[in-house]
């Protein structure tokens, strides 16, 4: 009788992965969906950023004194209110978007894609829902 040559103690066996490769989870259609909130959070934030650069623009060569004028003598009135109210509204602009960029890759990071997943998520991590109980009980 001959035996098979048994394996060494140390030696690797590769094992069928259950979960499936990186490249299908992120072209999958969930993937995808909650990608969208964040691509669409950074062209807002593109954009919402040109629209800042162009009214700094705009503020900037409004006061720089033309060749020969004297520096001392503005040609356009300044108005502090309409000022704090520009600033504040690109402020905001910009906040907004940056935080939109920011929920859809944290929500694809968690891979969370409706509010049932977030509910979920957030009673299994609080220890509220046990394996054999449903949401009713």
Avoid at 11 to 20: F, I, K, L
């Amino acid at each position: 009788m001959t035996r098979p040559a048994a394996e060494p103690p140390n030696s690797v066996t590769q094992r069928p992965t259950d979960s499936p490769s990186l490249s299908s989870h992120i072209t999958s259609p969930r993937s995808r969906k909650q990608l969208g909130l964040f691509f669409a959070g950074a062209s807002f934030l593109v954009l919402s950023t040109l629209v800042t650069k162009r009214s700094l623009v705009r503020r900037h060569n409004a006061i720089v004194p033309k060749f020969y004028q004297p520096n001392t003598r503005l040609d356009t009135k300044v108005s502090p209110t309409l000022d704090a109210i520009d600033a504040l509204g690109l402020a905001t602009l910009n906040v907004f978007s940056f935080a939109m960029m920011t929920t859809g890759g944290a929500l694809w990071a968690f891979d969370i894609s409706s509010m049932d997943d977030m509910r979920s998520k957030l009673r299994v991590g609080l220890g509220l829902d046990d394996a054999g109980r449903s949401e009713k009980e």
